[in-house]
């Protein structure tokens, strides 16, 4: 993402560099290119992190080609420049949400694996007694091996979505996993590891 701020950044230098033509159609027509390129390279970064002000840049873009095929250069120049400003400031908001989501994955997930562990700890020791405890049913370690199986299903799929660079869904499945589990938990009796309490 450094990288890409970098060239955004070049290509703004580059289009302040052709208010100084006197032609006006050409320099727009540039400043047109370097926009679009900044765009595109904004939008593969942060659309997946911010889509709204994605949308907002990729709808700028568009009107300012719309002035530059209607002939309106002087204003088309003008927009063009300042969408590859724009698109620099999108994509330091797309790094902030990234490093923000990055936190809250850290802090949900870090007690997960635990919280899985306990609970197939206590399933296997469970099933190996011949006779259950008074408190545990054979309906509640039924459903409490289903639910296991969920929760490994869904821990994985959000470690994979965190992978992929889809975080904030990554974030919406763990929450839903940490509730599954804690449910499962609460059913065999089981108290939460620490890191999972929070």
Known sequence: MKRIFVSIVAMLFISVLFMACADE???AELAMKA????VAATK???EKLVPDQVAALESA???AKDKLAKGEFKEALSEAQGL???AKDVLAAAQAKKDELTQKWTELSQGLPQMVEAIQGKV???SKLKKLPKAITAEKLA???SGLEAVKADLAKAQESFKSGNIAEAIAVAT???EKAAKAMESLGITAPEPAKS
């Open 25 to 27: 159609k050409g320099p």
């Open 35 to 38: 926009a679009e390129q900044a």
């Open 44 to 46: 593969a970064e942060a």
């Open 61 to 63: 873009l568009a009107s």
């Open 84 to 86: 590859v400003g724009k």
């Open 124 to 126: 296997d020791d469970l």
């Open 143 to 145: 459903e409490a091996k």
């Open 176 to 178: 839903v996993v940490k």
